[in-house]
């Protein structure tokens, strides 16, 4: 299978020392792939910035002028308490958002099967009037907007599963019935959103699925929500391509959370993805990256992603499971089939 793929070492004029979300994230999934012999296995993209004006479709013009006025700065500044910036950061979180763009344009046109887009700053958190989390534009939505706009794309599907609740991607499509919005998340943990009881507003209701999570669900857990939630919540919607909020911060071993999936329970995830979209929408499916900050995971995990694009058996749990038991789940599933008709 061919896949589109998306890099760039301009990425890294984004960064700040000791902040978790910083260069060698990038820099690590690099070497990662380069070492299992991936890179020349990909459809390679050349990242473009997108255009000023197109970021209009999601996020709002007050925020977009802020934006703007940061590449006037002297030196970094904060957004709120954890999201930084730098000159050169909306110049940087533009090419990421034309990058993504870039590989759905690649799977949406047949010239690759699927894609992934290693691209930075994160998005999810992003919502149209404020970067937070440490997301500046909302890469996925845009990404969404643009197969909607540009490849007359009616239903795109959202698959998040980054251990942090996408409360941007959320806001932004919380009255849209032509966006199915499905988020498995630790709660409680920042941003404190992504309440089961949250499942869209108008139009959109129940277009947003919320699986919240109690600290410590690993592999059987995650396994279970998504044979039980998302694969039948998928179906009904029948979407023409599926997005994935790639977080790798559910793992055991991240350090900004507290979730206990292993990189063979991650790859089970993708290969459930990967399967849906081949049964549902023609194998069209695009991972994006957004959190993850245990290096070593992070890069074996975007290794183990390729090769379940590819077509390859082989994956690589450098660290193996975690030694600990999982919490049920059994009362959320039971809330979240009820509220969504997924008996």
């Not at 183990?304 to 077509?311: D, W």
């Given at each position: 299978?061919?896949?589109?793929?998306?890099?760039?070492?301009?990425?890294?004029?984004?960064?700040?020392?000791?902040?978790?979300?910083?260069a060698?994230?990038l820099?690590?999934?690099?070497?990662?792939?380069?070492q299992?012999?991936?890179?020349?296995?990909?459809?390679?993209?050349?990242?473009?910035?997108?255009?000023?004006?197109f970021?209009h479709?999601?996020?709002?013009?007050?925020y977009?002028?802020?934006?703007e006025?940061?590449?006037?700065?002297?030196?970094p500044?904060m957004?709120?308490?954890?999201?930084?910036?730098t000159?050169?950061?909306?110049e940087?979180?533009?090419?990421?958002?034309?990058?993504?763009?870039?590989?759905?344009?690649?799977?949406?046109?047949?010239?690759t099967?699927n894609?992934?887009a290693?691209?930075?700053?994160?998005?999810?958190?992003a919502?149209?009037?404020?970067?937070?989390?440490?997301c500046?534009?909302?890469?996925?939505?845009?990404?969404?907007?643009?197969?909607?706009?540009?490849?007359?794309i009616?239903?795109?599907?959202?698959?998040?599963?980054?251990?942090?609740?996408?409360?941007?991607?959320?806001?932004?499509?919380y009255?849209?019935?032509?966006?199915?919005?499905?988020?498995?998340?630790q709660?409680?943990l920042?941003?404190?959103?992504?309440?089961?009881?949250?499942?869209?507003?108008?139009?959109?209701?129940?277009?947003?699925?919320?699986?919240?999570?109690?600290?410590?669900?690993?592999?059987?857990?995650?396994?279970?929500?998504?044979?039980?939630?998302?694969?039948?919540?998928?179906?009904?919607?029948?979407?023409?391509?599926i997005?994935v909020?790639?977080?790798?911060?559910?793992?055991?071993?991240?350090p900004?959370a507290?979730m206990?999936?292993?990189?063979?329970?991650?790859t089970?995830?993708?290969?459930?993805?990967?399967a849906?979209?081949?049964?549902?929408?023609?194998?069209?499916?695009?991972?994006?990256?957004?959190g993850?900050?245990?290096?070593?995971?992070?890069?074996?995990?975007?290794?183990?992603?390729?090769h379940?694009?590819?077509?390859?058996?082989?994956i690589?749990?450098?660290l193996?499971?975690?030694?600990?038991?999982e919490?049920?789940i059994?009362q959320?599933?039971?809330?979240?089939?009820?509220?969504?008709n997924?008996?």
């Amino acid at each position: 299978m061919a896949t589109a793929f998306v890099i760039d070492s301009r990425f890294a004029a984004h960064t700040m020392e000791r902040h978790p979300e910083y260069a060698a994230r990038l820099t690590m999934i690099r070497a990662t792939l380069e070492q299992h012999g991936l890179l020349e296995r990909f459809t390679t993209i050349n990242a473009e910035p997108v255009s000023e004006e197109f970021l209009h479709i999601v996020h709002d013009a007050d925020y977009l002028r802020l934006l703007e006025k940061t590449s006037r700065m002297a030196s970094p500044s904060m957004l709120g308490l954890d999201t930084y910036i730098t000159p050169q950061s909306y110049e940087i979180a533009r090419l990421a958002v034309g990058g993504v763009l870039q590989v759905v344009d690649a799977v949406l046109t047949g010239e690759t099967d699927n894609g992934l887009a290693a691209i930075r700053p994160p998005g999810h958190h992003a919502t149209p009037s404020m970067g937070m989390g440490f997301c500046l534009l909302n890469n996925i939505a845009l990404a969404a907007r643009h197969a909607q706009q540009v490849h007359n794309i009616e239903r795109v599907l959202i698959v998040d599963y980054d251990v942090h609740h996408g409360n941007g991607t959320q806001d932004i499509f919380y009255d849209d019935p032509t966006v199915l919005y499905i988020s498995t998340h630790q709660s409680p943990l920042y941003p404190g959103t992504g309440a089961i009881q949250e499942t869209g507003k108008g139009a959109g209701k129940g277009f947003t699925i919320n699986a919240a999570l109690p600290p410590g669900v690993g592999d059987q857990g995650y396994a279970q929500v998504f044979a039980e939630i998302v694969l039948p919540a998928a179906r009904q919607f029948e979407p023409e391509v599926i997005l994935v909020s790639g977080g790798y911060d559910a793992h055991w071993a991240d350090p900004l959370a507290n979730m206990m999936l292993s990189l063979s329970g991650y790859t089970h995830l993708d290969r459930t993805l990967l399967a849906l979209a081949h049964e549902l929408c023609e194998g069209r499916i695009v991972f994006i990256l957004e959190g993850g900050y245990n290096l070593q995971v992070l890069g074996n995990a975007w290794a183990n992603v390729a090769h379940v694009l590819l077509g390859d058996t082989e994956i690589d749990d450098v660290l193996g499971p975690a030694d600990r038991s999982e919490p049920s789940i059994a009362q959320p599933l039971n809330k979240l089939k009820q509220i969504h008709n997924l008996t």
